[in-house]
């Protein structure tokens, strides 16, 4: 690895850490040019890493890429709703998703790749991200709701039926792109790996994500289902498709690495 690419990585780590740990002590402008900075830092790190030679791919950079997207969805949601309160943790999140990059920055990626790859990894990076927003959500949705039966007031955080649809928009955007990843991976499978449609723990765990966005999306339309019992399908539908690929892109990368029997 070139030295300039890890003091790069290093420089965006560093620059999370300051709003991570810095943000109660600091003016709400330098917080968010503090974590401007550090999204720009960590944007140049995503594109270094493709352009490289040669190009590498793995779970890391997969969850850096969703990190960093989810940090831009919170930059935009941040004009338009100035009460919404996460810098602390997707800070911490960006920090760690950085080094774990620089720790493992993945398989090269084949030269005679199919044209269709990028495609499919956009989809899939992309329903990961939304995704993500859509965990994040849900847990300020389950905060401002523990604070309003402790009737707490603190005027810090967003109103609950603002996070509730905000938290179900991710998860249908999140839903349609992973509809999109599977089809794409199903219509050219054979384009993309070689191969036709194998039913692997990618793939399963894929459709078990997508399953439980499902039962998510209609139980609320048809059955109005809120609260605690969409949240925890929220965060096992999360879980489920993290798995799926950072998952098992783990253990082909690390684990299998040192066991290759």
Do not use: N
């Amino acid at each position: 690895m070139p030295a300039w690419v890890l003091l790069l990585a290093l420089a965006a780590i560093v620059a999370y850490l300051v709003p991570a740990f810095g943000a109660r002590r600091m003016a709400d402008t330098h917080t968010r040019l503090a974590l401007r900075a550090a999204w720009g830092l960590h944007l140049a790190t995503v594109a270094t890493g493709l352009m490289v030679e040669p190009a590498r791919f793995g779970f890391a950079p997969a969850l850096s890429m969703t990190a960093w997207l989810m940090l831009t969805v919170y930059a935009i949601e941040q004009q338009l709703y100035p009460k919404m309160r996460a810098v602390g943790v997707l800070s911490v999140l960006g920090a760690l998703t950085v080094l774990l990059s620089l720790l493992f920055p993945g398989t090269p990626l084949a030269v005679q790749a199919s044209a269709w790859l990028p495609l499919h990894l956009a989809l899939g990076i992309a329903s990961y991200g939304l995704c993500t927003a859509a965990v994040v959500h849900a847990g300020l949705m389950s905060r401002a709701e523990r604070r309003m039966r402790s009737a707490s007031d603190d005027e810090s955080g967003m109103p609950l039926l603002m996070l509730e649809r905000l938290t179900f928009r991710f998860v249908t955007a999140s839903f349609v792109l992973l509809t999109a990843t599977l089809l794409a991976g199903w219509i050219f499978g054979d384009s993309l790996y070689g191969r036709t449609w194998a039913w692997d723990h990618k793939t399963v765990l894929s459709l078990l994500a997508w399953v439980a966005f499902a039962m998510l999306l209609i139980g609320r339309s048809r059955f109005g289902w809120r609260g605690r019992h969409a949240v925890h399908l929220i965060y096992a539908g999360a879980a489920l498709l993290l798995l799926a690929y950072a998952g098992s892109r783990f253990v082909l990368e690390v684990v299998m690495l040192g066991h290759p029997s």
